[in-house]
């Protein structure tokens, strides 16, 4: 979950920003946590409570206002009743990393991963694109190799993984779709050669960088066992403390990578 929000933090100043490069500053002091982060730790205040995604996910964004939410959300946010928009937006993926560290099979973070999207994301798109992320980070904490989670990811849900970053990084233009920016997102974990390294593919291709590096950082995370001290302690200073309380209490249940004797 911390590389999710990690990702989401230091993409926040680059978001549509073609930078199309990976030599840049982590952490401007400009840099901010967005609506990735809040509502990362919606879902994981659901999990650890037992509570309905959809009513934490909206009570946690009208308590953060002003943090980037897309135009549907924010009517969504704001109004007394609570029906899903049919949205196919990567919102969906980039809140969902919680999910892949909480449960412990295939199945159950499948059906977790579509709970926590549906409640407004219920368009396939949307719910396919939640499901692959968790399930990338559930096969990462499981042990699974790159090969087996490309190859995974692939056939379960007809993304096309078999290209590169350099290859897709020319021609890419932001696309904030689950079809047009998980795959892309998954690929910048899959080309990385450590958790830093994931965090530059995603924001150098130059499209929806917060959502993308939250994406790519938070199967990242799993994979490479946590993150490095450095980018922690710069994302440990930029959140709330009630945020931080959170990640403590779900890292302790769930013994997600960064453990609790790091805070």
């Not at 130059?206 to 946590?226: C, L, P, V």
Request: with cysteine.
């Amino acid at each position: 979950m911390l590389g999710a929000i990690a990702g989401d933090i230091i993409g926040s100043v680059r978001e549509n920003i073609r930078i199309k490069r990976k030599d840049f500053e982590l952490f401007p002091k400009i840099c901010f946590y967005t609506d990735d982060t809040v509502l990362t730790i919606a879902v994981a205040d659901a999990i650890l409570n037992n509570k309905d995604y959809g009513e934490t996910i909206k009570k946690y964004a009208r308590k953060h206002p002003l943090r980037g939410y897309g135009p549907k959300f924010s009517l969504w946010m704001m109004s007394p009743v609570s029906k899903p928009y049919n949205s196919l937006g990567n919102g969906s993926a980039m809140r969902v990393s919680p999910v892949g560290h909480a449960f412990n099979d295939e199945d159950s973070v499948l059906e977790q991963a579509k709970k926590s999207a549906e409640c407004t994301h219920n368009h396939p798109e949307g719910i396919k694109g939640a499901q692959a992320v968790a399930l990338a980070i559930f096969l990462a904490r499981m042990g699974s190799d790159k090969d087996e989670i490309r190859k995974q990811i692939s056939e379960r849900f007809d993304y096309d993984l078999n290209r590169s970053i350099d290859e897709i990084r020319p021609q890419y233009k932001n696309d904030i779709t689950c079809p047009g920016s998980v795959p892309e997102a998954i690929i910048a974990f899959l080309d990385s050669t450590d958790f830093e390294d994931a965090i530059r593919n995603a924001v150098s291709l130059g499209g929806d960088a917060d959502t993308q590096a939250a994406i790519a950082g938070s199967i990242a995370e799993s994979f490479y066992k946590g993150i490095p001290e450095h980018i922690f302690e710069k994302t440990w200073k930029k959140i709330p403390e009630s945020f931080r309380k959170i990640i403590v209490s779900f890292s302790e249940r769930y013994k997600s990578p960064v453990l609790s004797s790091d805070f």
